[in-house]
């Protein structure tokens, strides 16, 4: 299994943006499908974004889908995911997984590896 780290949450006003990292170490992360998920306090995580390991193929929550953008970088073992537009709503603890040879799917149950988780509070 990998060992993830996330990085680039923080306080921003509606409308804004941030770049979210997560670093990879201690696999081969060129082969793991690579997550990002989200958790607000008093729900259930729900999925965000996914990058399949071949790096071709994106899928995003409809309520991201044009505001955020997944991408890898297997040079730097990074993950990243911009978000663009960012709304009250978008307030969530936000964490990367990791799933090796993963097929893309978006249930949290099927990636391995996470995240500490980095915190991103959208003010209105």
């Known amino acids: 299994q990998v060992q993830l780290v996330e990085s680039g949450g923080g306080l921003v006003q509606a409308g804004g943006s941030l770049r979210l990292s997560c670093a990879a170490s201690g696999g081969t992360f060129s082969i793991y499908t690579m997550g990002w998920f989200r958790q607000a306090p008093g729900k259930e995580r729900e999925f965000v974004a996914l990058?399949?390991?071949?790096?071709?193929?994106?899928y995003y929550a409809d309520s991201v889908k044009g505001r955020f953008t997944i991408s890898r970088d297997n040079v730097k073992n990074t993950v990243y995911l911009q978000m663009n537009s960012l709304k009250p709503e978008d307030t969530a603890v936000y964490h990367c997984?990791?799933?090796?040879?993963?097929?893309?799917?978006?249930?949290?149950?099927?990636?391995?590896?996470w995240g500490q988780g980095t915190q991103v509070t959208v003010s209105s």
């Open positions: 990058i399949h390991w071949t790096g071709g193929i994106t």
């Open positions: 997984a990791g799933d090796r040879l993963g097929y893309g799917r978006r249930s949290a149950d099927e990636y391995d590896s």
